[in-house]
């Protein structure tokens, strides 16, 4: 047996769905205003923060949840959540690595996120999320030299509250759809970035996120904001222990560039999928949204999805600033029971905006996947470009794969390309590949790698190889 | 508006002679539609043309009572010169004359269905509101192995007579095994504010072959939505174009079920709007079987603030596995006020398919201008020559030479 092999099958069980043995705070059970109430307190938030959230319960309570996707999920009941779990030895806040609880660490040690900066070769910054706390931030003195702050949003409220003031909020607002209010109302911790003016950011930020309390929902916030001629890349990582029940997880992350300013947010998820008969696994309901606010300014999504019972989510762009520029790049698998309904919203209102949107999905087993995409030119967007191409691969006649992009130009100076293909892999193809000595199963995922390689390409390093490797993993045992 | 639909409907049965059965199920339909209403976008399929807004802005009130008991003259210089053709003509949506001269009597049969209320595939409100007002219904079956000499040309003509009147018209045809039937609708209207329900129910069997060219060119400020339900069976062909032209608001929404082995369907469709206008085509071809094709081509251009919506949807079902599905759909946007939206759909079951969709929107390209203006053409003359050429591609895919021609010389499409 080959290496490859070998790592594949000791990847082949989902290797994340461990679950860390830890005390646990947690809010009382339920949704209301005491529970809000408990969470900022806990946090020490000023008033204009509770009041923030106290805003979005009203509104939340007005929503009705939305029906229209397309992977049905049976009813969430609200109020059998906790909607705050953290260790408990994160109560009063260690002030280093050294005093943070050995079982913290070790659990990031295996889901093979090292701490200790002095382990790290690679230069990523990282904000682990366990639950809904921010357990540690690296490299962030490195970081504050250079005037960047990175750092868990409940401290940034706290300690630069003009800033978390004038922009959160601002691109979600907390009257927006269902799950983003709830969100806005609950929302527990997260990452906030900020590149002050004409700041390279020198390393890849980061933020890993974990469930590991049961019954609880994770609602994170993440808020980046690159200022003036600046540029950020930022990623993201998930995983969740395995468990029978569904889990809520309803982050929402809100990018704001400025003029000339460059985001790169990029996503690897692989939340805990369910097992083989559909059982568990998480509900990734994410709300994610840039808002390309100044002008010149560039916001790119790179998305790998992999994980999750249901995804449903569409990062977006409002390229409101003049030559802004939008991309949006995916890669989403689903096998067995999993569903996805994925995609992208580009609305251009400034002059000369482009976007972009590369999107491929990859259906096994018994699985749905939807692209569902809006591009929306609006009558002033003079001289608009948008090219999407959305490529769906199907294996096996159990699964389904689907495409509704939804196609608004109201500018004649602008134009608009789409382009969507539905196919399988070829035997030809696998033909070609078995002749020359690979298996059925490599030959697939040699196949899918090069279906999916226009994405991976935008990935930065560490998480192409991971991703990668993920791909396959996704697949394995729906070929033949 | 319930009251007056109550009451229309009453005056609407007063005048057939219906079973008491029959009058049981079309007011059920009625009672369906009453409580629907008409479709506005918060349903997904309207959601680009809110028909209830727009009759409200464009009509008002509408009344749904005719009165069919005098018949109207039918006016013989409007029929189409120099193509010989079969006729059945409609006036203010009462049914004037039906005429298969150039056919063999015994292959063709048309039924009256008006006192039997069939079943349509319980689909909108707007089928339910068809359901229950039409009046008269005719059933045309082509027998077995005959194929019609010369084409069928339906004139639905409206008139002065009527406004703010909502018409509901339904036919149904069957076609038996190898038999074919040319059809042409071809809607002149001199009226206003009315709104036009016309449903359509195509049954194909083995080998027949439909072809439904759809003519809405003559300008008029009327509200229109038609449907048509086509069921295909083995070998069998549809083929149906449409131009949307004329009307104030015209939606036009095709339902394909291709149920046996090798059936195919094309669609192909031009918009050309000026002014308000606010038109739409819907597809769904569903593939339910293997070895189905499909083939959808849609072109626009757009000037003024008209505004065109494509919805295309190909299903394919995890049965029908070689399954051909294409889409394409096209727009020129001429003016600044212009707005094209389109829903390309795709939902696919199966994995031994070959399917695809393209769309794309845009300007006059501007090189293209250029070119033929340094060959000495003048602006105006370049741009129609370019316009032409976008929509020929389409009249091109029309695959009857006869009818071709006609569309051809009707909407001034040079070669």
Known sequence: ???????????????????????????????????????????????????????????????????????????????????????????????NLDDLDPKLLETYKKLGIPLQEQKRLNGIAVDAVFDSVSVATTFREELTKQGIIFCPISEAI??????????????????????????????????????????????????????????????ER????????????????????????????????????????????STVQNWYPGDKDGKGGIYNFVTKRGLCKGKNSKISWTQVETGSA??????????????????????????????????????????????????????????????????????????????TQCDSL???????????????????????????????????????????????????????NGFCKEVLQQLPMEFAVEAQKLVGISLEGSVG | MKEQLQKDFDNTIRNLTLSQKDIEIKKFYLDNFINKGFPNRKEEDWKFSDLNQIIKKNIGELSFYSDYTSTNKVDTSAFVDGLEHNKIVFINGR????????????????????????????????SDLNSAFTNKSFKIVVKEGYQLTKPLIIYHTTNSKIWSKNINLRLNFELY??????????????????????????????????????VDKFENKNIKYSFNNIEQEKNSISETFILSSGSNFCKNEINCNLNGEYSSAFVSGIFSLNNNKHHEIRTIVNHLTENTKSYQLIKSVLEDSSKAVYQGKIFVNSKAQKTDGYQLSKAILLNKDSEFNAKPELEIYADDVKCSHGSASGSLNEDSIFYLMSRG??????????????????????????????????IGIKE
């Open chain 2, 95 to 126: 049914i004037e004359k039906i005429d298969f001269d150039y056919e063999k009597k015994d292959q063709i049969e048309i039924i009256d269905q008006s006192e039997t209320i069939n079943k349509f595939n319980n689909y909108n409100a707007l």
């Open chain 2, 377 to 410: 053409l003048n602006y105006q003359q370049s741009r129609e020559l370019l316009i032409n050429g976008f929509l020929l591609d389409v009249v091109e895919k029309i695959t009857d030479p006869e009818v071709k021609n006609l569309i051809k010389n009707m």
């Open chain 1, 158 to 219: 706290q300690n630069h509250p003009e800033l978390v003031k004038k922009y959160l909020g601002s691109v979600i607002p907390v009257t927006d759809h269902f799950f983003a209010t709830l969100n806005s109302a609950v929302f527990t911790d997260g990452s906030f970035a900020y590149i002050p003016e004409n700041v390279r950011c020198p390393m890849e930020l980061s933020t890993y996120f974990r469930i590991n309390a049961s019954n609880t929902g994770q609602f």
């Open chain 2, 177 to 214: 095994e190898n038999s074919s039937l040319r059809l042409i609708d071809l809607f002149r209207d001199t009226s206003e504010k009315n709104f036009l329900n016309i449903f359509y129910n195509f049954d194909l069997k083995e080998n027949s072959i439909l072809k439904n060219y759809k």
């Open chain 1, 222 to 265: 993440t808020l980046i904001v690159a200022d003036k001629g600046s540029y950020v890349s930022y990623l993201e990582g998930c995983t969740a222990p395995m468990r029978d029940e569904n889990q809520l997880h309803a982050a929402n992350v809100e990018l704001v560039a400025l003029d000339d300013a460059e985001i790169k947010y």
């Open chain 1, 1 to 95: 047996m080959d290496n490859r092999q070998k790592e594949i099958d000791n990847l082949k069980d989902y290797k994340y769905g461990f679950t860390t043995d830890i005390e646990n705070t947690r809010a009382p059970k339920g949704l209301n205003e005491d529970v809000i109430k408990f969470i900022s307190n806990i946090k020490k938030e000023p008033r204009w923060m509770l009041e923030f959230r106290l805003k979005a319960f009203e509104r939340f309570k007005q929503l009705k949840e939305p029906g229209w996707q397309k992977p049905k999920y049976p009813k969430i009941d609200y109020q059998d959540l906790y909607y705050y779990s953290a260790p408990k030895s994160m109560k009063d806040k260690p002030k």
């Open chain 1, 394 to 448: 199907l294996m096996g006649n159990k699964c389904g794969a689907h495409t509704v992009p939804y196609i608004k130009n109201k500018n004649s100076e602008s134009n608009i390309a789409h382009e969507a293909t539905t196919s399988k892999i070829s035997e030809e193809q696998l033909h070609y590949c078995q002749q020359r000595g690979l298996s059925a199963e490599e030959a697939v995922g040699l196949i899918v």
């Open chain 1, 310 to 387: 249901i995804t449903w989510k569409y990062p977006s762009c409002i390229l409101k600033g003049d030559n802004s520029v939008g991309e949006f790049y995916s890669i989403a698998i689903t096998n067995n029971h999993q569903k996805a309904d994925t995609g992208t919203k580009m609305i251009h209102l400034g002059k000369n905006t482009k976007s972009k949107i590369i999107s491929k999905g990859i259906s096994a087993g018994f699985s749905d996947m939807t692209y569902r995409g809006l591009v929306d030119i609006s009558s002033k967007a003079a001289n608009s470009n948008n090219y």
